[in-house]
């Protein structure tokens, strides 16, 4: 056993030494988060079916029926004197979250012939029996050791106490102090092709005896251990906290500070650059730029007015600048007076915005700069800067930079999806800041998203380095989109839809609505997320020609987001109509997305995959239900024909939606091959 599993063993120990005579024991170790409170169900449902149907399940039946397997589980389920009893009818039960890795201490009593288990991960079980062999053991296991090595069941009646380490797929199981499975792996019950699903409730299991179980403490791994199953939890760890941002696809980048009020202008004249790095491309004197403060006064801005139109775009997080390279900051930081606070609006904008993000449903992400221009302990002073350097110290500047942190991170702002850092290239950032930023960003907020940018492992503009040497979750190409996209790493296209980040009243120079809404399809097409950025006016509206594109984006995106949200990278090789988007279907079947941006212009308006050998099971555009897409193999019987309307039904992107049987099979040679 490792100290980490040792060290709630004497907790327990002194716990149940110190409260020998009380029954009821449902606080949990430091660390450890009591599954069951002890005087009542909460935490806990019935369960409809197995995990395989219950994913296959329409939302309405599933939910229909969880509401009945939860009336019919409390009628045999209770919770007396901190015991969860079961009167041996009825069937099982199982908690309403789902869990990982976890270190998971329960005990539990059975009566002479008594029957039961705990599954874990949606698979059955860890056995608990009155039997010769003895409780413990892997019961499902064909592959892998089934039986407990050794009997160390307390006899029937008494209190037995389990602890279960489930790494991955591997389990391993404490019986009363007794090891009696050694880091077996827990084979998946429901289709021993697939691995252990990633996760899954923990459920009590009903054998038609009656049982009681207490004391049951949960604690989520996350500390990575040696060698290579450490690189694989990291992996599992990493799938976990990305999983909302895979689904997202799109966001809202807002870049928004004092360098909004100056608009590209300084006394008078234009500001080469983009309008964000005013200061730097002016070498403005901090103390002049500082003469921005009196001028913030947004009084147009409207918190909830961002995100309704965010949401109308159809995107899913807003990440916003939490302070930019100048230093200024958007909500009441404690660390220094180079905020909002200072200026004549004197409200927390980011507070508005989380309190508008949290009514409206939307993620809320923070980008943050390294590279900070007025902050008297950043490192390196641009040469024109005229502030004597002092004794300026970048290890005090990391310090503070972990505070500010502390403070938008630690719940204040409610859970934040990402830390996007930028502004890490200078030679006064290091690896060994960037690793110990991301461990105080972990600390603060376990389940954050990291950008690459807060350590030293980009190339260029992109770049996340996979071998697991730099920090961060995933890469961040600017103003640029991979030709195919990143393979192995997730990643995140940010883009402006003029030529600048921060508002610039010269730039006029717009991207139109179809290259965005093909560039969204392009990105998804590959894998990534496009996180397209608006730079709010002084006054705090989103500049016209950016809420246009955005609401033109959002027409689009209500008839065809589901071609984006929830998609993975295409499957087929390059395509002349245009990309392809895909989902798993239940059954392991998959659905495509056909973005067409160039409609067939033959006289049968007839689409070719070229190359694709499974059966065709459904096929439809998307905003033209009534039409029927006749479907037909192609001549050579590799791939297949769609004749679609005349009239395509968007002009920039119209989506083909086509069901298919499997997971795409495709011929190597003539994948995307033109279509001739
Ligand atoms: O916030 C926006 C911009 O202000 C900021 N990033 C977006 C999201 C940005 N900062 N710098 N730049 C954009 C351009 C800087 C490019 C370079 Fe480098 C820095 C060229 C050389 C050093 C980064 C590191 C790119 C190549 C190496």
Known sequence: MTWEATTPTLVFMIM??????????????????????????????????DPIKRQAMPAEELARRQAAADISMRQHWSAKDGILHFDGKGESLCTTEDFGSVDL????????????????????????????????????????????????????????????????????????????????PLENYWDRALPLFASGAIELQSHGTPLGFKDIFVRRLGQAQSGESAASLKEQERDERMEWFRGARFGMFIHWGLYSVAAGEWQGSQVGGAGEWIMLSGQIQPADYSTLLSKF???????????????????QYIVITSKHHDGFCLWDTKETQWSVMHTPFARDILKELAAACARQGMRLCFYHSIMDWTHPDYLPRREWD?????????????????????????????????????????????????????????????NIIINNRVDKGRSGMQGL????????????????????????????????MNGTWGYKTSDTNWKNAPALIQGLA???????????????????????????????????????GESIHGTSASPLGQLEFGR??????????????????????????QLILPSLRNEVIGARLLGET???????????????????????????????????????????????????
């Open 16 to 49: 149940t030494t110190a409260l020998a005579t009380i029954l009821i024991c449902t606080t949990p170790p430091a660390g450890f988060k009591a599954l069951f409170n002890g005087v009542d169900l909460s935490g806990w449902q019935g369960i409809v079916d």
């Open 105 to 184: 201490w329960c005990d539990w009593r059975i009566e002479k012939g008594g029957d039961s288990g705990i599954y874990l991960r949606g698979a059955p079980q860890v056995q608990i029996w009155d039997d010769a062999s003895g409780s413990g053991g892997l019961f499902n296991n064909k592959i892998g050791a089934a039986t407990p090595l050794e009997r160390a069941d307390l006899p029937v009646g008494e209190w037995n106490r389990f602890h279960i380490i489930v790494r991955l797929d591997r389990v391993t199981v404490w019986l009363n102090d007794r090891l009696v499975v050694d880091d077996v």
């Open 297 to 315: 006064n947004p009084v147009r801005f409207d918190a909830d007015e961002w995100v309704r139109l965010a949401k109308c775009a159809g995107q």
């Open 386 to 446: 005229a502030r004597p350097v002092g004794d300026a110290s970048m290890e005090r500047y990391s310090r503070h930079m972990k505070a500010q942190l502390s403070e938008l991170l630690g719940g204040g702002y409610g859970d934040i999806g990402i830390a996007w850092f930028d502004g890490e290239w200078e030679g006064t950032w290091t690896h060994e800041l960037g690793l110990d930023l991301a461990a105080h960003v972990r600390s603060v907020a376990p």
């Open 465 to 496: 380095d996979a071998t697991g040497e730099w920090a961060g979750d995933y890469g961040t190409p600017e103003q640029e989109v991979p030709a195919s996209g990143i393979p192995g790493i997730d990643w995140e296209t940010c883009m402006t």
């Open 522 to 560: 392009d990105i998804a097409s590959k894998g990534g997320n496009f996180l397209l950025n608006v730079g709010p006016q002084g006054d705090g509206l989103i500049p016209r020609a950016s809420v246009d594109r955005l609401m033109e984006i959002g027409r689009w995106m209500e008839t065809n």
């Open 580 to 605: 392809c988007t895909s989902k798993e279907l239940p059954q392991g079947n998959t659905r495509l997305y056909l973005h067409i941006f160039d409609w067939p212009t033959d006289s049968n308006h």
């Open 626 to 676: 009534a039409f029927a897409v006749k479907v037909a193999r192609t001549d050579d019987c590799h791939g297949w024909t769609f004749s679609l309307p005349e009239q395509a039904p968007d002009d920039v992107d119209s989506v083909l939606m086509v069901d298919i049987a499997g997971t795409p099979a495709t011929d190597s040679v003539s994948a995307g091959a033109p279509t001739g």
